[in-house]
């Protein structure tokens, strides 16, 4: 398993992480190495084996469609890097 | 003071040997003593602990309290912690001041517990030498040359050293009972859902598990009767009664069947470590075990898999850090994409790229099958050879890790050989099981752990198995000399 430069940019691109020119190299390096050790999975035979969902095969809970939690804008809003008016501000997305 | 145990520091309490105030003073002592060498704690909260320790001491003075009342603790930085720097080892929480508390934080507030502060860690706990924390790597104490492991390493070199009496882990693919080994402490993972995840910061969240770190098994139930219970805040914690996990410490093993996995004792385990756990497996014999030997055929594909299922999981969930809502946030950003990739990319280190980009490409269109789906679908045999082994034994046991700690920079350049270094752990998580590690001798003067599976919910099993090991051997206390 190998991956190109092109390949590197495109799953940084996918995981909206910014990478640089000088670093995709050992990025291509690394992630090689490690699909290279996953590739090991694809020896076993999984015809007709279920995916395991839950280490103890419950389902998942389910509880009533209530409020539960109570508004805490402000105090949930003290740590973010720009608020206005109780929103989140973000560069502007519509010309 | 400081080689006493949780049970003895609350009898000291309780016979007003020294208030809660002055163990507190004494611990944050030595962590300005000691810890500068270290680097075990991110954040130390002295006057937070000074002001528990006063509510614990009218408490006490008043009768009331539990097995924790006025006891401090550290916390791993994993757990949000209402009004404290909750980093998790990372730049990108570097200014996140948690809004809420974790349910393990409440639990311990609740029983009274003293926060010493929050403790180092590999980078959103994706290591194994706590190499990748943003804050710095932290000491092993038996060699300062040598890794604490990871990623709870904070937490188990601030208990090895004895500046803390006890602290918190977690573990995805052995972040508790690999440093617990490598540092010479008590460590238990517990079964998937024993323990609330709320609040704790997700890495992959089908295997994380919270536990305690601590210097013997006793310290252990101690701590898990705390931390263990349904949690109506986590989907996936089970509505199970939590036992006294003391209860059963005493029991006699005879009659104890042991399963030792043969492909935990091949290749690549080092034979000075395969020394110390047969001798750990004798005294287990002269205690009235018997032993089998069983197989775990698909033990060779638990690391791959696991660096399908974690990454993609952590892929998922560390897309909430986008650099809008919390956390870090790059300088001007041009545009909303912008904002995404540099705030991300600036804010995580490689080692969490590396996983996210991994994640990222086993989830992108097409590949969901061959990675994501065959993955879980190896996970199930994997769970499935437990499931046999533990029709004909009651526990597993084995060496934790294949080597002592290794020092710095090591395996510092291939991402691959520091994985390999969670062998014995990782299937552990993928079939949600509960694990112990505990001191089992020393190997070129570095600890070494021995690992005991149990079966799901048998946690008072693996303590009652460690407590009595630790009744006939006295690897469990000793500790590295300078700290004694």
Same mark, same amino acid.
């Given at each position: 398993?190998?991956?190109?430069? $092109? ?8 995981? /909206? ?35 395991? $969902? ?8 389910? /509880? ?15 740590? $973010?890097? $720009? ?13 | ?27 944050? *002592?030595? #962590? ?61 929480? *570097? @200014?996140? #001041? ?11 507030? =609740? ?85 609330? +995840? ?20 006793? *310290? %252990? ?10 949690? %109506? +805040? ?63 055929? @698909? ?17 998922? @969930? ?36 590396? =996983? ?8 992108? %269109? ?12 190896? =996970?199930?045999? #994997? ?23 290794? @020092? ?22 993928? %079939? ?53």
């Amino acid at each position: 398993m190998s991956l190109e430069k $092109a390949d590197v940019e495109k799953i940084a691109h996918l995981a /909206r992480l910014q990478i640089t020119e000088p670093e995709i190299p050992e990025y291509a390096r690394n992630l090689s190495s490690i699909l290279s050790l996953v590739e090991q999975m694809s020896s076993v035979d999984t015809t007709g084996i279920t995916p395991m $969902a839950h280490p103890l095969e419950v389902a998942q809970r389910l /509880r009533a469609d209530v409020v539960t939690e109570g508004n805490q804008r402000e105090k949930f809003q003290a740590i $973010a890097p $720009a608020t206005e008016n109780g929103l989140f501000l973000v560069p502007k997305v519509i010309e | 003071m400081h080689n006493k145990t949780l049970s003895e520091l609350a009898q000291g309490l309780r016979e007003k040997a020294f208030s809660s105030a002055e163990l507190t003073q004494y611990y944050l *002592d030595r #962590i300005q003593q000691h810890d500068g060498n270290l680097n075990s704690f991110i954040t130390v909260t002295p006057e937070r602990a000074l002001a528990q320790a006063k509510a614990a001491d009218a408490l006490l003075a008043a009768g009331k309290g539990e097995a924790l009342t006025g006891i401090p603790l550290a916390q791993k930085d994993i757990f949000c912690t209402d009004g404290v720097r909750t980093s998790c080892g990372s730049k990108m929480l *570097d @200014n996140f #001041i948690a809004p809420y508390n974790a349910t393990v934080i409440e639990k311990f507030n =609740r029983a009274g517990s003293v926060m010493l502060g929050k403790t180092n860690m590999d980078e959103f706990a994706m290591g194994s030498s706590n190499e990748t924390s943003f804050y710095g790597t932290v000491k092993n104490p038996w060699d300062l040359q040598a890794v604490p492991g990871g990623s709870s390493g904070g937490s188990a070199a601030c208990v090895a050293a004895r500046i803390a009496p006890a602290s918190t882990g977690t573990d995805t693919g052995g972040s508790i009972r690999q440093p617990a080994a490598l540092c010479g402490i008590t460590g238990l993972k517990p079964t998937y859902g024993r323990i609330s +995840r709320y609040g704790m910061i997700a890495f992959a969240s089908s295997l994380d598990q919270a536990g305690p770190m601590t210097r013997n098994a006793e *310290d %252990a139930a101690i701590m898990l009767n705390t931390m263990a219970g349904f949690d %109506a +805040r986590d989907s996936t914690c089970l509505d199970k009664p939590v036992p006294d996990y003391t209860a059963d410490l005493d029991n006699r093993l005879q009659g104890l069947k042991i399963g030792l996995p043969k492909e935990y004792f091949a290749e690549g385990l080092d034979g000075a470590m395969a020394s110390a756990i047969d001798a750990a497996i004798k005294e287990y014999q002269k205690l009235g075990a018997t032993i089998k030997e069983i197989s775990l055929p @698909n033990t060779h594909l638990a690391v791959p898999t696991y660096y399908v299922i974690a990454p993609a999981e952590c892929s998922s @969930n560390l897309s909430r850090m986008d650099g809008v809502r919390f956390g870090y946030r790059c300088e001007n950003p041009v545009d909303l994409e912008d904002l995404y990739k540099r705030s991300r990319g600036e804010g995580f280190g490689e080692e969490v790229k590396r =996983r996210i980009m991994v994640g990222a490409y086993a989830l992108s %269109a097409g590949y969901y099958d061959a990675y994501y789906l065959k993955a879980q679908q190896i =996970r199930q045999l #994997i769970s499935d050879d437990f499931k046999k082994a533990f029709a004909e034994v009651d526990v597993i046991m084995g060496p934790t890790t294949p080597e002592p700690a290794f @020092n710095f920079g090591e395996k510092g350049n291939d991402p691959v050989s520091m994985y390999l270094s969670d062998i014995y752990t990782i299937a552990v998580n993928l %079939a949600g099981l509960p694990g112990m590690s505990v001191p089992a001798g020393m190997v070129n003067g570095r600890p070494a752990g021995l690992q005991i599976i149990g079966n799901y919910f048998d946690e008072a099993r693996l303590l009652n198995v460690a407590h009595q090991y630790q009744q006939v051997t006295d690897w469990h206390q000793q500790g590295p000399e300078k700290y004694l």
